[in-house]
């Protein structure tokens, strides 16, 4: 199942390689996968790439970390009060419906140009896929397990931490996946404000100097970013939810 999901990926990249080899592609529209290849070799031998990418890694971790333990924490409290719904929910979904690009102006007026403002970004982002998927994992455990929870007289504590937690774990791990991509969405629009470092930047440095192989290759990084957050969400979903009979069938398939 491994290789037939890159099948369609590879067959891209050769015909996309053929087509430009016979000149169909004007490279300086859209350069060879070899030409963008062997950017990233240039770029890679004198640094330039290894230390873009670490700033914009180290950003996303840090604003994922706290966005996310945020977005848990809300979630959390909503969902097991209606209270702090009432008090907390409203105001939330109203700030999840402001598009980044809208907090721009008052991000570099709140945090100026340096890194927590890149960093309130992506943390800002992170927070509503986790805290919306905890608050519904939350709210969709079987009633009829809280009843069994009951009648065996479980404490609280341990209706939470056997029954109910366990319980909304999927829909948790669910909405990291949808973090982790929002975080780099959130990056890439972070990573425009004022800075020198970081794969955003690359891409807005080559677009100046109109290096198509530069601005190419950053969207590969990303894409393969993409493709290693998501491979490890379903690592960590294959490892917390191996007592879940759904995921236990689809890692038997």
């Known amino acids: 199942m491994l290789a037939v999901s890159w099948l369609a990926p590879v067959l891209v990249v050769l015909a996309w390689e053929g087509l430009s080899g016979i000149g169909y592609i004007n490279p300086q529209i859209l350069p060879s996968p070899s030409a963008v290849l062997g950017t990233a070799l240039t770029l890679i031998s ?3 790439l290894p230390e873009h ?14 966005g996310g333990g945020i977005g848990f924490v809300l979630g959390v409290l ?31 007026i709140w945090f100026g140009v340096d890194e927590t403002g890149k960093i309130f970004l992506v943390s800002l982002g992170v927070m509503f896929p986790i805290y919306i998927n905890t608050v519904l994992g939350i709210r969709q455990v079987d009633p009829k397990l809280l009843e069994l929870a009951q009648v065996t ?24 996946r ?9 990056l890439v629009i972070a990573e425009t404000i004022a800075t020198t470092k970081g794969i955003g930047f ?10 198509t192989n ?3 290759l950053t969207i590969v990084i990303y894409a393969a970013i ?28």
């Open 78 to 108: 909503v969902g097991f009060s209606r209270i702090a719904e009432a008090a907390l929910d409203r105001s939330i979904q109203m700030i999840r419906a402001i598009p980044f690009l809208a907090l721009l102006p008052l991000v570099i």
């Open 214 to 216: 530069v601005i190419v």
């Open 153 to 176: 007289g479980l404490s609280v504590r341990q209706r939470i931490t056997r029954i109910i937690l366990p319980g909304a774990m999927p829909s948790i791990l669910t909405g990291v």
């Open 46 to 48: 004198n640094g330039t």
């Open 202 to 211: 690359l891409a807005m440095d080559a677009r100046e100097f109109l290096q």
């Open 226 to 253: 993409g493709v290693f957050a998501d491979g490890l969400a379903r690592f960590l979903e294959k490892r917390l939810l191996a007592w879940h009979p759904n995921y236990a069938i689809g890692e038997n398939r």
């Open 178 to 186: 949808y973090a982790l991509a929002v975080a780099w969405l959130a």
């Open 53 to 66: 990418l670490g700033y914009s890694l180290l950003r996303a971790t840090v604003g994922f970390a706290i």
